[in-house]
């Protein structure tokens, strides 16, 4: 059963230390995504990869953001330092982009907290 | 600037009854749309697409309505049932060129109450 994995699930921490989430995608899948979920915006897009190259990243804090895929089974979020603002629910996804579009398969997400 | 929007925050109805979910998008070069269906403590799932070239896509008790000329579509579902009570996106891209991303509204909470 392929699925889209993300560590940790639950994240508290305190303000100004250094957050580090995990995403790996379904094997197979060329395009993965970071989003994030706030009660405010709903579903707001970080960054995106294809063929493990960043396409678009505007979507984040570049001064405390980071996003990577070290390779084609790891993506990376990281914040440094973070926020009380930052506290949400990070959503990787991953999908496959041949030819056409094709849907997004969610992971069950990563919920922070800061202090 | 919210290129899609849901305007409804939250909606409630009747077992049995007709849902209907409603989205607008403000981006002209959308042209491929989807709904998401998303239970607590879970990531969203994929429910059912609609590409610009139709304006109603079905599946089972789920329907996708797309009216272009007014950036605006609509899911129904019928009829509801309690385990149809999720929060709803709406999501929209524009499958062209390399840009696969897709744009989400703010969700809708649905209730089916028994």
């Known amino acids: 059963d392929a699925r889209v994995t993300q560590t940790p699930r639950d994240k508290v921490t305190e303000m100004g230390q250094e957050v580090t989430m995990r995403c790996q995608p379904i094997l197979g899948h060329n395009t993965v995504f970071w989003y994030r979920q706030t009660m405010m915006q709903g579903l707001e897009l970080l960054a995106y990869?294809?063929?493990?190259?960043?396409?678009?990243d505007s979507g984040m804090p570049k001064d405390r953001f980071s996003a990577e895929m070290p390779d084609a089974t790891l993506a990376t979020l990281k914040i440094q330092p973070s926020e009380p603002r930052d506290s949400a629910v990070y959503f990787c996804a991953s999908g496959q982009s041949s030819g056409g579009f094709g849907e997004l398969f969610f992971g069950e997400g990563s919920r922070l907290t800061v202090l | 600037d919210q290129q899609v929007k849901q305007n409804s925050p939250s909606l409630s109805v009747q077992e049995g009854r007709i849902s209907i979910l409603n989205c607008d998008y403000t981006?002209?070069?959308?042209?491929?749309f989807l709904w998401y269906k998303k239970y607590p403590a879970e990531g969203p799932t994929f429910l059912i697409s609609?590409?610009?070239?139709?304006d109603k896509n079905e599946d089972g008790r789920f329907t996708v309505f797309l009216n272009k000329s007014a950036k605006h579509l609509s899911l129904h579902i019928v009829p509801s049932q309690p385990g149809d009570s999720a929060v709803y996106f709406c999501?929209?891209?524009?499958?062209?060129?390399?840009?696969?991303?897709?744009?989400f509204g703010k969700g809708t909470l649905l209730t089916v109450n028994p």
């Open positions: 981006n002209s070069m959308f042209d491929y």
């Open positions: 609609i590409s610009s070239i139709k």
């Open positions: 990869f294809r063929n493990r190259a960043p396409l678009d």
């Open positions: 999501a929209a891209s524009n499958s062209g060129g390399s840009n696969y991303k897709l744009t």
